[in-house]
Structures are given as C-alpha cells and as structure tokens.
Nanobody
Framework: QVQLVESGGGAVQAGGSLRLSCAASGGASNSRVMGWFRQAPGKEREFVAA??????????YYADSVKGRFTISRDNAKNTVYLQMNTLKPEDTAIYYCAAAWVRRTVVDQSDGSEYDYWGQGTQVTVSS
C-alpha cells in the first residue's frame, strides 16, 4: 500500500527555486507530523524541515542550513505536504525524502528520522553552480 509519493524534483541553477510535493495516502494521511529529509552522495541523511499540527495550530521546524530559504506547508484537503525551496545552492543537491509519523506516535524530536514511520521513495534535486 503506497503511503507517501514525492514529486517536483529536478535540475536547476544556483539561485533558482523548486517546489516538492508529497502526497500521503493510507495511514500516512492521518499523520500529524510530517517532514522532509535529504541525503547527498556519500553523506548521511539529514533533516530539512518538518510541520506538525494539533488542535492549537501548526508548528514548523527547519534545519539551520535552509532557514529563510525553504518553506514547508501542508494542504489538508489534498493530504499533501509541500517544500518550497528558494535561493537554491549547489550544496542543496540531494535526494529528498518525505516522511510521516504514525498518528499515535508522540514525536519528541521532529529532526530525528527514527521518529518517522512512513517514508517516500525520494526525489532527486540537483543544483548546478
């Protein structure tokens, strides 16, 4: 059963923009915490951004390296999370993965990949200088 499907990756020049989408289905569509991670060749997977929501509202979290350039958002009606990436740099080149936490999990650290239960297949982002 497909849970998370990413799209929107591609190749751009430095300074350009891309918007990644992550469509959730099945159990992942009920998640209250979703995030984006990335993995560059030869490097470990790293946190990019996350969004959580409760009855009191939404919260967003960003890695220092993308603050001010990337924006995470969610369209609940479409069960889709977006990552708007602006002012892209060559060091942003990586495979980007969408992740979602099980609806009953209490996520303590949104930047910790082990807190997420569902993962997409990834989408490649390449930024040339």
């Amino acid at each position: 059963q497909v849970q998370l499907v990413e799209s929107g990756g591609g190749a751009v020049q430095a300074g350009g923009s891309l918007r990644l989408s992550c469509a959730a289905s099945g159990g992942a569509s009920n998640s209250r915490v979703m995030g984006w991670f990335r993995q560059a060749p030869g490097k470990e997977r790293e946190f990019v951004a996350a969004i959580s929501w409760t009855w009191s509202g939404r919260s967003t979290y960003y890695a220092d390296s993308v603050k001010g350039r990337f924006t995470i958002s969610r369209d609940n009606a479409k069960n889709t999370v977006y990552l708007q990436m602006n002012t892209l740099k060559p060091e942003d080149t990586a495979i980007y993965y969408c992740a979602a936490a099980w609806v009953r999990r209490t996520v303590v650290d949104q930047s910790d990949g082990s807190e997420y239960d569902y993962w997409g297949q990834g989408t490649q982002v390449t930024v040339s200088s």
